[in-house]
C-alpha cells in the first residue's frame, strides 16, 4: 500500500493544486474509477467469504486469510522499497490494529449469518458512529445541523436490522457491530497516524491481524480443503487486499466527501451479486434504509462535519484522506 508523509499537515484542496502538481499524471476520473473498482472489489470479496464459508470455513479463518495476504503483500512492498520504519507510540499502533481486527472478524461472521446486501450496508454505519463517537473520544464537537442530520441515519438502520417481536438476525446485529468497531477502529487511527507514516500502520495492522487470528487456523482443517474452497479463501484475501491498493490510490486524487459516496455503491454491487450469484432477495425495508443511511451520510458530509467524520471514508484505508485527519 503506497506510503504517505509522516506528517499530518492540512493541504490545500486537491482541486486546487496547479496543473504540474503531484497528481497531474492521473485525472479525477482515474481516481474516482480507483475507488469505484475497489467498491466491487470489497463486494465480490463478500460474495467469496459467503461462498467460503457454505464450504465450512469459519468466520476467524477467512479473517485470517484475509490479513494474511495484506500481510503477504506489505512485505513484499517493503522488501522492494525498503523504507524507515521507526515506530511511534506502539500503543496506540496495537490498539488501531486491533480494533480494525475486531471490525473485519464482524464483518465475515456477519457475512455468515445474513446477506452480503445487509453486511455491506451495515458495515457503512461506521460513517455514522464515527461522529457520534469523536465528541467523546477526540473532542470534536458537532453542530446541531449535523445531529439533525444523523437523525435519518438511524431510523435507516432500524429498518434494515428491521427487529421484531419473535427476534431479530444476529447477522445484522453483527453487521451494525461491525460499523460500531469501524468507527473506533478510524478514530484510533487518527492518534496512531499522529506519530507513525502510514506503513508502520498498516504494518502493524497487518501483523496484529495475522497473529491473533492464527489460533483460528489450528481448528481449522486445511487437509481437508477441496481445490474450490481453496481458491474461494485465496480470492477472497485478494480481492480484499486488491480493493485496498485501489481505494488507497483512489482518496489521493478526490476528497473524503466523494470518494465516500463513490464508495458506498459497493452496497448496491454487493446487492447485485447476491441477487445473481446467491439467490439472495432484496427487501423493501433495506432499500429504504440504506437511502436513509446514505443520505444522511451524504447530508453529514456535505456540511462539513469534524475532521474525523470526513476521515470516516478513509476507514480501513489509513493514508486515504490525510488533510482530512489533521486537527
Given at each position: 500500500?503506497?506510503e504517505?508523509?509522516?506528517?499530518?499537515?492540512r493541504?490545500p484542496?486537491?482541486a486546487?493544486?496547479?496543473?504540474?502538481?503531484?497528481?497531474?499524471?492521473?485525472?479525477?476520473?482515474t481516481?474516482?474509477?480507483?475507488i469505484?473498482?475497489?467498491?466491487l472489489m470489497?463486494?465480490v470479496s463478500?460474495?467469496l467469504?459467503?461462498l467460503?464459508g457454505?464450504?465450512?470455513?469459519g468466520?476467524?479463518?477467512i479473517?485470517?486469510?484475509?490479513?494474511?495476504?495484506?500481510?503477504?503483500?506489505v512485505?513484499?512492498?517493503?522488501?522492494?522499497?525498503?523504507?524507515?520504519?521507526?515506530?511511534?507510540?506502539v500503543p496506540?499502533?496495537?490498539?488501531?490494529?486491533l480494533?480494525?481486527l475486531?471490525?473485519?472478524?464482524?464483518?465475515?461472521?456477519?457475512?455468515?449469518?445474513?446477506?452480503?446486501t445487509?453486511a455491506?450496508?451495515?458495515?457503512?454505519?461506521?460513517l455514522?458512529?464515527?461522529?457520534?463517537?469523536?465528541?467523546?473520544?477526540?473532542?470534536?464537537?458537532?453542530?446541531?445541523r449535523?445531529w439533525l442530520?444523523?437523525?435519518?441515519?438511524?431510523?435507516?438502520?432500524?429498518?434494515?436490522?428491521?427487529?421484531?417481536?419473535?427476534?431479530?438476525?444476529?447477522?445484522?446485529?453483527?453487521?451494525?457491530?461491525?460499523?460500531f468497531?469501524?468507527?473506533?477502529?478510524?478514530?484510533?487511527?487518527?492518534?496512531a497516524r499522529?506519530d507513525?507514516?502510514t506503513v508502520?500502520?498498516?504494518?502493524?495492522?497487518?501483523?496484529?491481524?495475522?497473529?491473533?487470528?492464527?489460533p483460528?487456523?489450528?481448528?481449522e482443517?486445511?487437509?481437508?480443503y477441496?481445490?474450490a474452497?481453496?481458491?474461494?479463501?485465496?480470492?477472497?484475501?485478494?480481492?480484499?487486499?486488491v480493493?485496498q491498493?485501489a481505494?488507497?490510490?483512489?482518496?489521493?486524487g478526490?476528497s473524503?466527501?466523494?470518494g465516500?459516496?463513490?464508495?458506498a455503491?459497493?452496497?448496491?454491487?454487493?446487492a447485485?451479486?447476491?441477487?445473481?450469484?446467491l439467490?439472495?432477495?432484496?427487501t423493501?425495508?433495506?432499500?429504504?434504509?440504506?437511502?436513509?443511511l446514505?443520505?444522511?451520510?451524504?447530508?453529514?458530509a456535505?456540511q462539513g462535519?469534524?475532521?474525523?467524520?470526513?476521515?470516516?471514508?478513509?476507514?480501513?484505508?489509513p493514508?486515504?484522506?490525510?488533510?482530512?485527519?489533521?486537527?
Amino acid at each position: 500500500m503506497p506510503e504517505q508523509d509522516q506528517t499530518l499537515e492540512r493541504e490545500p484542496d486537491l482541486a486546487a493544486r496547479p496543473a504540474g502538481g503531484l497528481h497531474r499524471r492521473h485525472s479525477t476520473a482515474t481516481y474516482q474509477a480507483a475507488i469505484l473498482f475497489s467498491a466491487l472489489m470489497f463486494a465480490v470479496s463478500s460474495a467469496l467469504a459467503k461462498l467460503a464459508g457454505a464450504e465450512g470455513v469459519g468466520p476467524g479463518a477467512i479473517t485470517f486469510w484475509r490479513f494474511a495476504a495484506g500481510l503477504t503483500a506489505v512485505l513484499t512492498y517493503l522488501a522492494l522499497r525498503r523504507p524507515r520504519l521507526a515506530p511511534r507510540n506502539v500503543p496506540a499502533l496495537i490498539l488501531r490494529g486491533l480494533t480494525n481486527l475486531i471490525a473485519v472478524f464482524l464483518f465475515y461472521c456477519a457475512v455468515k449469518y445474513t446477506t452480503i446486501t445487509n453486511a455491506n450496508l451495515l458495515n457503512q454505519t461506521y460513517l455514522v458512529f464515527v461522529p457520534l463517537l469523536s465528541p467523546f473520544l477526540l473532542s470534536e464537537r458537532l453542530s446541531g445541523r449535523e445531529w439533525l442530520g444523523l437523525a435519518p441515519a438511524g431510523v435507516g438502520i432500524w429498518l434494515v436490522v428491521n427487529p421484531r417481536f419473535d427476534g431479530v438476525n444476529v447477522g445484522d446485529l453483527l453487521g451494525l457491530a461491525c460499523g460500531f468497531f469501524g468507527a473506533l477502529s478510524i478514530i484510533t487511527l487518527c492518534r496512531a497516524r499522529r506519530d507513525n507514516p502510514t506503513v508502520t500502520v498498516i504494518l502493524f495492522l497487518m501483523v496484529t491481524g495475522a497473529v491473533l487470528t492464527w489460533p483460528a487456523m489450528l481448528t481449522e482443517r486445511i487437509s481437508d480443503y477441496s481445490a474450490a474452497t481453496w481458491a474461494l479463501v485465496l480470492l477472497c484475501g485478494a480481492t480484499g487486499v486488491v480493493g485496498q491498493f485501489a481505494v488507497t490510490l483512489g482518496f489521493r486524487g478526490v476528497s473524503a466527501f466523494s470518494g465516500s459516496m463513490i464508495g458506498a455503491t459497493r452496497v448496491g454491487m454487493a446487492a447485485l451479486i447476491g441477487m445473481v450469484w446467491l439467490g439472495e432477495q432484496l427487501t423493501w425495508n433495506v432499500v429504504a434504509g440504506a437511502v436513509l443511511l446514505i443520505g444522511s451520510v451524504a447530508l453529514v458530509a456535505g456540511q462539513g462535519a469534524s475532521t474525523t467524520a470526513n476521515a470516516a471514508a478513509a476507514y480501513g484505508r489509513p493514508d486515504a484522506n490525510r488533510r482530512a485527519l489533521a486537527k
